[in-house]
C-alpha cells in the first residue's frame, strides 16, 4: 500500500498563514492503514491547530472531514460544500488524493499535510518499509521475489556490488542487509542459482512516459 | 478559573489509589477532574489534545506500574501515546511537560498525590 | 426526545459538610435531560435502594447518575438495583464526590461537586445498553505433555468429569517421570496404569501440535499423529511440557565418563548390578544459574541416597544453597548430619579430568584458601532450559514468554497458572523452576480454574462490550496485532469481504484496540471515545 | 443440599483466595476471620516498585479482598472464632462465637463523626488501616468510658445511620458445611526474642514488617530519631528462620529483603545498603532479572552477626564476623533491619484440638502425606497458605487455589456417591 508521513508542523504553519478558515480532508484508505492521514490523525492536527500559540498566530476556525477515498471524484464531491465555506485546504491524502481535491476545487488552494513516501509494508506494527519503487518494468521473477532497485542503495541490476560488508551487510549501511545477498541466498535454496549468471541490460527509464498512463481493454 | 488538571486513571491502578488519597485526607488541587478509564491504553492521542483544547492546563494519564498492568501492554502503549504529544505540544511551542504519565499502584497513595503535586510544580514553573 | 436521565445524591449520612446539597440539587436539576434529583443519606442500604428503585419506575428513568462515594466498592450494588428495576446495568454513570471530592478539598466544594455531576450525567446521556449472553463452549481439555504434571492433571481433570487429550511428543508417556518417582519416593506404575484406564483421557503420544487456532471455548487444533494431520477442537489448552536441563560444561569435559548429570545418577542408583562404587562423589550447583532450585532438591536427594546406597564421601560445591522450598532445609540437616561436605566458594570452581579421577580446585569462603579435590564421579551442574518446542508452541498459539524463556509473562496478575489469553493455562515446570509440591499446587489450581470455565457448558458474557464497525474496518490488522489478550480475529463478513471481529468470550475490555485503530472503526461500550470526550467537554462550561 | 456450603477460616490472602475460587465455582462459602478487618498481613504490604515492577505481588492482595468482598456467594464473618466441629465431609456443623462488633458493619459508612465527638483521650472509636476492608470504623472496649462503667452514649446518638450498638453479647451461631478450610496464616517471628539484636530498645533497629508498613504508609524512609533519611542500612537475614527451634527457611524474607533495598537504592542512589546472610535465596518466578540489576548495587556479605549496640550518637554498631580476613570485625551503620520470618500461629494448637488435625513438628499443621499439601488427616478439612508451611504471596495465592480445587473434588466425590455412581460426572 502507499506510505506516507505527516510534514513537520513548520511547514504546515507557513502554508496555512495567511488563511482564518481551513478545511481538513482526511483519507480513510491507504494514508489511514500507516497512520498518517486517516479521521484519527485529521483529529490531531485540527486540534494541533486550534492550540497553537506560537507567536503572531491568530485564531483560526478549522472543519475536519474524511472520505473513504480521495482519489475517487465521486467520493471527494461530498466535501463540496465544505470547501465553499472555508478559504484553502489542507489535505492529509497522499499526492493523487491531493491533486483529485486540486483539479476538482480549482477557486481554492489545496496543500498536502503528508509526503508521500514510498509502496511498502509494515515490518511490524507501528514501522513501514519500502518494497517496491514502481518502476513500471517488474523483474523480480528473476530474483527470487526481492527487488534490488529498492532494497540495494545503488539500485544494482548485476550486483552485489565488490564493498559488502562482513555477514552480508550493506556497504553504504552496516545495518543494511544487502539485497543481493538476500536475493543469492534465496535462489540458492529453490536451486535456481544459474540465474545470476545473467546479465541485465541497463534499464532505460527514459522509455517510461511520465505521467504513466493505462488505458484499460474492456472500457 | 481554567487551571484545571485533567486526569485519566486506570480503574485497576490509579482509581484505587486515589480513592486511599481520599481515605486518608491526603490533599490535592481543586481543579483536578479525575476520568475513569478502563486501562491507560484506552487514553487516545485525541482524547489529551481535546483536554487542552477545552481549556485543560496539564493532563495526567496515570496507569499501573511497568510490568505489572493488568492488560500487561496498556502501561506502555499510554506511555508511547504521551511521548507523542510532548512532540505534537513541542511542534506547537506549547510546553510539552504538560502531559504526563506516572506509574503507581492501587496501594499508594502517596504515589498519586506525588504525581499530581509534580504536574502542578511544572505548571508554575512554565508560569501558568 | 431528551433521553431522561435520574440524578441520585448521597450525603453519606450528613457526614459529608461541605457540601451544599440543597444548592446542588438545584444546579444539578437545569442540565439539559435530567428529570428528576432525589437527595437520600444512605443510598447504599436497603431503605435507600428501595427508594430509588421505585423512583426510577415512577419517573421512568432510562439513564442513573449516582454521585455518592467511590464506585469501587458500591458500583455493583447500583448495577443490580438497576437491574431490579427493569433497566440495563450499564445505563449508570457515577461521580465520586466523597473520596476524591469532599475529603480531599477544604472550605465549600460544591462547585467542584456540580461539576462532577455534570460529567457524570454528559457520559450517562450517551450510555447504551450492553446485554449478557451464555456462550455455549466446548468442555473438552488439550493437556500438551506427557510429564509428571500434565499426568496428574489429566487425571484429575477427568475426575471434575472433563474429557481430556494427552498430547505427547516421545514415544511413551512419561518418560523421565520414572527418575523423578524415584527421586521423591513414589511409585508412578500406579499412576500410569490409572491414566491408561481412564476412558475419560485419551492419549496421543509422538504427536505434536502443527497449527492452533480459534479462542477460549472453541480453539481449533491441528495435531499430526505418525504421518497425518488432524484437526479438533477443544475449549480450553493446559501447556505441561516440563523443563529440560544441559550440563553447564566446557565440551571437551562433557564426554568424560566421570562427570555425569544428576538424571544419570539417580539411574546409577537404582541399577541393582552396578559394578563400580564412586568412593568420592562431588557436586556442584549455583553457579551459572542463580535462579533455580531444582538442582539444590536434586543435590539433597542423591547425596542422601548416594551416601546410604554406597557410603562415599560426598562433598557439595555452591554459592548459595536455594532453600526455599517446603522440607528442603529438613534434608539440608540431614545431609550434612550424616557426612556430607559443604563448601561454599564465591567463584566458580576449576575442573580438570584425567586418568579415571575428576580434579576440582576451588576456594571454600570459610576455609579461605584453595582447596583441591581428586573425586571418582563429579555430578556437574546443569541449566534449566524451558524445553524444546517452547518457542515453537508460544508462536503457534501466540502467548507471550518470560525473560528467560519458560512459558508465562512475569506478570504478577497472571501467577499461578494463568495466561494472558483466556483459555490457556500453563503448570509445572514449564512455567519456571518449580519443585513438586508447587508443581502439584499448580495441577490443582488448573483443574478447578478450567472446571470452572467448561463443566457448565456455557460462560456469560457480554455481547458486543467491544465491537468493529465491518463497514468502516480497512482490515489493516492495527487491532490484532495490539491485542494483548489476543481477542480479535480476521473474519470473513457474510462472504464478502475481510474485517476485524472481536471475540466477546476472549476480550478482557481494555480498550486498547478501540484507541489504536485507525479508522476510529472500534466501539468500547461505556468508554466510546465520545463518552469520554463529553466528560472532557464539561471543563470549558466550568 | 448442605454439602454445597463450605466454611473458610481466615481472611489472609490463601483464605480470599479460596473462598473466591470456591464462589466462582458455584459453591457458597463462609469467610470467618478472627479480626475485625480482611487481608492478614499481606495486606499490610507496601509496593517495591522501582521504575518497573519487582514482581512482589503485593498489589494483587487489596484486588483479591475486593473481588471477594463484593462477591454475593461469600458471607463475611469478621471477630468471629471456631468453637465447635461436629460431622465429618458433606456434612460438617461448625459453631462460630462472634465477638461483639459494637459498629454495625453494614450500617457504618466511615463518615467519622463519631471520633469527632468521642470524649475518650486517646479517642475510644477510630478509623482502621487505610487499607482495611470492610472499612468500618473500630469501637475499642479498652478505651471506651461506656465500659468503664460511665453513662456516655455521645457517639451512638451522633451517628447518623445508627450504626453503634452497645448492649451486644459475643453472638452464637451454627453454620452446616460440607467442608473446611484452614487459611489461619502465620505470626511474623517476635525479634525482641533475639535480644542481642535489639530490636524494641533501639528505635532504629526495624523489622522487615515495620518497613513494609513505612513505606506502605508513607511512601519513603525517614529515620524516627531525627527524621533524616538513613545513608547507610544493613538487613540481617535469617532472624527466626534456619536457626535451633526453626528448623526451616521461612522463603520470603531474602525476596523481600532484596526488593526493599531495590527500593531504597531507587529512591536514592547513593545509600549505601548490605545484606548479611546465610543463603541468598533468589529463586522463583521473575527474580532472575530483579538479581541481576541488583547483584551489583547491594553489598552481600556471607555471615548473620550476632550483637548490635547503639553507639553515643545514635549510630548502631553491629559485631559481625568478616569471613575474608577471618575475624571479627565491626560496622555502624544507622538503620538495621532484621529480616523476620514465618512462624507458626501462637492459637494453631487451640485450632488444631477444635477440628482434631495434627500439628506438625515444627509448628505448622500437619498433612495427610508428604505429597499433598492440602489435606489434612481429618476429611473434608483443607488447609491454605501459610497455616501449612512458609509461602510467598503467589505461593499462598496457588495454595489456596488448590484447597480449593481439593474441596470441589471432595465435595464432587461426596454428591456422586449420593446418587450412586462412583465416578464425578
Known sequence: ?219 | MNSCIVAFCCEHSAYPAADLAGKLKLHCPESLRIIRVPCAGRVDVIHILKAFENGAVAVLVLGCEDGACHHITGNTRAKERVKYCNMLLKEIEADGRHVAMFNLSPNEPHKFVRAVNEITKRIKESGR | METKIGIFLCNCGEAIRNIDFAATKEEVAQIPGVSCVNLSSNLCLKEGKEKMISCIKEENIEKVVVAACSPEFKEHIFRQVLEDAGLNGHLFSTANIREQCSWVHDGDVTGKAVELIKMAVNRARLLQPVEKKKFAVNREVLVVGGGFAAINAALQLSRVGLRTTLLEREAILGSETAELGSLCGFDISSMMSEVEGDENIEILTSAEVTAAAGKIGDFTVRIRKGGDEASHKYGAVVLATGYQTKLALESELKSDVNIVSQKKLCRMLENPNLEIRPRTIGFMFDFSDENSRLPTLATLNNALAAKQKWDSEIYVFCKSLKVDGPGAEKLYREARDCGVVFLKCEARPRITAGNGRVKIEAKDVFLGEDTILACDLLVAEELLLPSEGTEALSSLLNIRRDSRGFYQDENVHLYPVASEKKGIFFVGGCRGDLDLSRVLTDVSSVVVSVYELLSSGNILAEVERVKVDPQKCVACLTCIRVCPHDAIQLVRVDGGKEVAEVFDLACDACGICAAMCPAKAITFQGYRDEEILAQVETIEES | MESKNVLVVGSGISGVASALELANAGVNVYLIEKEAVVGGHSASFCCKATDVCSRCSACVVPDKIREAVINPRIRLLTNSTIKKLSGDLGNFRVEITQQPRYIDVEKCIACGLCTEVCPADPKAVYPPTVEATPFCYILDEALCLRFKGEKCDICRENCPTRAIEFELKPKEQELSVGALIVATGFDVFDAKEKGSLGYGRYPNVLTGLDLEQIFGREGYLRLSINGKEPRNIAFIQCVGSRDEDHGYCSQVCCKYAMKLAGLIKYQSLDTKVTIFYIDLQTAGKGFAQFYEEYKESIRFVRGVPVEILQTASGDLEVRFEDISQGKVCRDTFDLVVLSVGITPGKNSWGLARILGINLADDGFFDTKDSLSSNETNVDGIFLAGTCQGPKDIPDSVAHGIAAASKTIQALGGVASQRRGNHRGH
Open chain 1, 1 to 219: 500500500m502507499i506510505i506516507a508521513e505527516r510534514k513537520p508542523m513548520e511547514e504546515i504553519r507557513q502554508m496555512i498563514a495567511p488563511y482564518k478558515k481551513l478545511l481538513l480532508a482526511g483519507c480513510a484508505t491507504c494514508v489511514a492503514v500507516c497512520w498518517a492521514g486517516g479521521e484519527k490523525e485529521v483529529g490531531i492536527l485540527a486540534s494541533q491547530l486550534r492550540l497553537d500559540q506560537s507567536k503572531g498566530r491568530k485564531k483560526i476556525s478549522v472543519l475536519e472531514a474524511t472520505v473513504e477515498r480521495q482519489c475517487e471524484k465521486e467520493m471527494v464531491e461530498e466535501l463540496r460544500d465544505k470547501v465553499q465555506e472555508v478559504d484553502a485546504v489542507l489535505s492529509l491524502a497522499c499526492g493523487s488524493g491531493v491533486q483529485t481535491m486540486a483539479e476538482m476545487f480549482e477557486d481554492k488552494p489545496v496543500f498536502p499535510a503528508v509526503n508521500t513516501t514510498f509502496i511498502g509494508m509494515p515490518e511490524r506494527e507501528g514501522l513501514w518499509v519500502e518494497m517496491c519503487g514502481a518502476c513500471g518494468d517488474c523483474f523480480l521473477d528473476r530474483t527470487g521475489g526481492i527487488c534490488p532497485i529498492v532494497r540495494c542503495a545503488k539500485g544494482l541490476l548485476n550486483g552485489p556490488c565488490g564493498g559488502m560488508r562482513k555477514g552480508g551487510k550493506c556497504e553504504i549501511d552496516p545495518e543494511k542487509d544487502c539485497a543481493w545477498v538476500l536475493i543469492y541466498r534465496r535462489l540458492e535454496k529453490q536451486g535456481r542459482l544459474d540465474l545470476m549468471r545473467e546479465y541485465y541490460p541497463p534499464k532505460n527509464y527514459r522509455a517510461v512516459k511520465r505521467p504513466g498512463r493505462i488505458q484499460a481493454a474492456k472500457a
